[in-house]
Nanobody, 114 residues
């Protein structure tokens, strides 16, 4: 199993970014995918999940309405659209799946700063 995140960068407050997570080594369409983030000095937190059905769940109130997770099973890719970014969104963002065990990507840095 391999997960590779991309799309991070530096953006001004109020801006947008779209992260991607390319997956390989397993039957992508049959597994849920999760997005986590880890801000400096804080623990890694789960904030979004997309099931194999395409149903989604969001776990952090401050992100609801600003972040949208989606998936393209034909491309074995899960996306995270982030709008109205705030300085507190600065973190390393990771995608995750659990097949026989937890698998993680290397993470992609998102920095929100003016």
């Amino acid at each position: 199993v391999k997960l590779v995140e991309s799309g991070g960068g530096v953006v001004q407050p109020g801006g947008s970014l779209r992260l991607s997570c390319g997956a390989s080594g397993f039957t992508f369409s049959t597994y849920a995918m999760r997005w986590y983030r880890q801000a400096p000095g804080k623990e890694r937190e789960l904030f979004a999940r997309i099931y194999n059905t395409g149903d989604t769940a969001y776990y952090v109130e401050s992100m609801k309405g600003r972040f949208t997770v989606s998936r393209d099973n034909a491309k074995n890719t899960v996306y995270l659209q982030m709008n109205s970014l705030k300085s507190e969104d600065t973190a390393v963002y990771y995608c995750n799946t659990m097949t026989d065990r937890d698998y993680w990507g290397q993470g992609t840095q998102v920095t929100v700063s003016s």
